[in-house]
């Protein structure tokens, strides 16, 4: 069980460090959540590792081969936040586009919009869809890669309670197939869904381990990722 | 791992070619290009016949008045000229849309991930620009359709030239248009940038006809000056690979600045490499000759005779002319002699002799002004005209040959009267109407495929 392994990764925009030397790894079937305050390079330390940005400095390895930058979207998905891609466009045939240049198949598509309850907005154009179905069709277009790594940014962002533990329901079905890196900004959130958390500040590593070990590191009373983001960022 | 069918890249191009041209159709810049296109075009074609149709009043009187009067000129010169302002102002509009509306939505961050090399990518979505295009020569080929159909003539060959030099040109506003999307951040900065380097082609063209030798030989590589030869009805080497390598060239670039992962070091070096080799291409394909004439009345071509002893002519013939370039002397010699000499004499060399900078007027007090002299083997001959028909004796001459013309029937021109107010209901009323209900019609037409319905 080796899978990602991200070792010195790090990003300078002009003089600024943006992200520092920072290593973690993921294994298969594991959801592991990337916490820390505004810009802390939660975003950055995204495109870096799927080579959408330069990385100035760091290795990534898959299985124990270290991948570069232009082969790693064979590997690894990766769901930008805030976006809406194609918003003239009816939803089927955003979904349809992902299903056909993937391969997946009409009955995943199927199965995945009906996870998603997305059968009431197939036919609405992007841009008419609420926040809520909007970041639900995004997700629906993660589902429908077929890359083994998925990483998503903010994933909950615009749920309200009921649809994110449905989502968190989903993506933890998800990962017995792939391997998940969310970026959360809602530390319940982030307690409640991942395995692992790397926590950043200002482009640093803060800690990297379950709840736990963070806790054990950041001296804190109880097993509470608010006190230790609180401990450990202070 | 989740079972699937690996798509070949062929497939996934033609589903992302689908995808683009089903934008191009959702949004309506190319609708609104459509609709303003048909009155443009239109106005462009009623004022053509109406003026057509006046000279040949008097031309169907007259043979030697009948054969000045070309269709190639007088009317799909002027209706391709209305759509070429369609191309320069409206089009990179559209051709802007399919990338920068990609890149200010966030599309691209996922584009970019798909298993699809950026310049596949790229070169998909321009492919489907300038399918959205040719669709849009529907406009100006109705109003040849109705010229056929009244019994107006045109000459195939040189209408599909004229037709592949305007496709060529909107292969370079393109390109242009997706360089301009690439480099900037927004869809507007975008069209600003893109218009700056169209209209920029026009200020330059005004410039080099009075300005600098540099000047001058820059302004012949403008997309605008390249397409007056296929007006002409002259299919030019050098103006076609001009044209299609700043087309292509300028989407090569587009995909260099989009590629994913790179600095900004990197990527302004490769910018400057692949600008460099650009610049370098232009130069090289502005000195390639070769040109074919197809057009009906054969206007840059001598009478086969003349042309093949011209080609002899092999000892380097040296023209000088004293005359300024504004002079409308200079100008007729360039056009009925020089560029027909141009094509045909190995090693060609002209010389403009020092008239001073005060141009025809200021330089009238100089005997020698209006001379062109001709230097071929060791001889000199000098003449003041701009005919071919006394020239072409002195070259002869030089050349110590005689020419029998060749028995070639003279083109007789087409005369034509023809009621354009058909084609006026058409492009005033029917064909906007159309457009406006093709455009609903594809905007309201969402079915669900079949396999989602039962969702």
Redesign the interface.
Same mark, same amino acid.
Do not use: K, N, T
């Given at each position: 069980m080796i899978g990602l392994e991200v070792v010195g990764l790090g990003r300078c925009h002009g003089d600024t460090r943006v992200l520092a030397d920072v290593d973690f790894d993921l294994r298969p079937g594991e959801i592991v959540g990337i916490i820390g305050p505004n810009g802390a390079g939660k975003t950055t330390l995204m495109e870096c590792l799927? @080579? %959408?940005?330069?990385a100035r400095t760091g290795v990534v390895r898959l299985d124990g081969i270290p991948i570069d930058?232009?082969a790693r979207?064979?590997a690894m998905?990766?769901?930008?936040d @805030?976006? !809406?891609?194609?918003?003239?466009?009816?939803v089927?045939?955003v979904t @349809? %586009?992902f299903r056909? !240049?993937?391969?997946? @198949?009409?009955d995943?598509?199927?199965t995945v919009?009906?996870r998603l309850e997305l059968?009431p907005v197939?036919?609405k154009r992007v841009g008419e869809l609420s926040k809520g179905y909007r970041r639900r069709l995004l997700l629906a277009?993660a589902l429908l890669t077929?890359q083994?790594i998925l990483i998503l940014d903010e994933p909950f962002d615009g749920f309200d309670l009921r649809q994110t533990l449905h989502v968190m329901e989903l993506l933890r079905e998800v990962a017995a197939?792939r391997a998940l890196l969310l970026s959360i900004h809602q530390l319940k959130d982030a307690e409640r869904i991942c395995d692992r958390l790397l926590l950043l500040d200002a482009g640093r590593r803060l800690g990297f381990g379950t709840l736990a070990d963070l806790a054990t590191h950041a001296g804190a009373t109880k097993l509470d990722l608010e006190e230790v983001f609180l401990g450990l960022t202070a | 791992m989740v079972s699937r069918l690996e798509p070949t890249t062929g497939a996934r191009i033609a589903h992302l070619f689908g995808h683009e041209l089903r934008r191009l159709a959702s949004g309506w810049a190319w609708w609104g290009m459509l609709l303003v296109l048909a009155p443009l075009v239109g106005f462009g074609y009623v004022e053509a016949v109406r003026l057509y149709g006046e000279a040949s009043v008097t031309a169907l009187q007259s043979t030697e008045l009948a054969r000045g009067l070309t269709p190639l000129d007088g009317i799909a010169v002027p209706t391709f000229g209305a759509f070429y302002l369609a191309t320069t102002l409206l089009f990179p509009f559209v051709a802007i849309r399919a990338l920068g509306q990609d890149k200010e939505s966030g599309a691209l961050k996922l584009i970019l991930q798909w298993p699809l090399p950026t310049a596949l990518t790229v070169a998909t979505k321009v492919l489907a620009v300038l399918v959205a295009w040719t669709i849009g020569l529907v406009v100006p080929l109705s109003a040849l359709g109705h010229w056929l159909v009244s019994g107006g003539h045109l000459g195939f060959a040189e209408t599909a030239n004229l037709i592949l030099g305007h496709g060529l040109y909107a292969l370079t506003v393109c390109g242009i248009a997706f360089f301009a999307a690439a480099l900037t951040e927004t869809a507007a900065s975008a069209a600003i940038v893109t218009l700056a380097i169209t209209l920029g082609f026009w200020v330059l063209d005004f410039a080099s006809g009075s300005g600098p030798e540099w000047l001058r030989l820059a302004g012949e590589l403008s997309p605008t000056q390249a397409l007056k030869q296929f007006e002409r009805g002259l299919v030019s080497i050098p103006h076609v690979l001009g044209l299609a390598m700043l087309g292509v060239g300028s989407t090569a670039l587009a995909s260099l600045v989009l590629s994913p992962g790179l600095t900004v070091a990197k990527k302004v070096v490769r910018l400057g490499v692949g600008s460099g080799a650009l610049a370098l291409g232009l130069v090289l394909a502005s000195v390639v000759s070769g040109s074919v004439d197809l057009s009906d009345d054969r206007r840059n071509s001598f009478d086969p005779a003349d042309e093949a002893v011209l080609r002899q002519m092999s000892k380097g013939l040296e023209i000088t002319l004293f005359l300024s370039r504004d002079d409308s002397r200079a100008r007729e010699f360039q056009t009925n002699v020089l560029a027909k000499l141009r094509r045909l004499v190995p090693g060609l060399k002209v010389v403009w002799g020092d008239v001073g900078n005060t141009g025809p007027f200021g330089a009238a007090h100089d005997d020698r002004y209006g001379i062109v002299t001709y230097d071929y083997g060791g001889r000199r001959v000098e003449s003041r005209s701009n005919s071919a028909r006394e020239i072409l004796p002195i070259l002869h001459e030089l050349a110590s040959v005689t020419v029998v013309a060749s028995d070639l029937p003279p083109y007789r021109g087409y005369p034509a009267v023809i009621d354009p107010t058909p084609a006026g209901l058409w492009f005033y009323g029917g064909l906007p109407v159309l457009v406006l209900l093709l455009g609903w019609r594809w905007s309201h037409g969402r079915r669900l495929p079949a396999h989602l319905r039962d969702l």
């Open positions: 799927v @080579g %959408l940005q330069p930058p232009g979207s064979a998905f990766y769901l930008p @805030g976006i !809406m891609p194609w918003s003239d466009q009816p089927w045939r @349809g %586009l056909d !240049m993937h391969g997946s @198949g009409r995943r598509e199927v919009l009906r059968a197939l036919s277009l077929p083994p197939e | -």
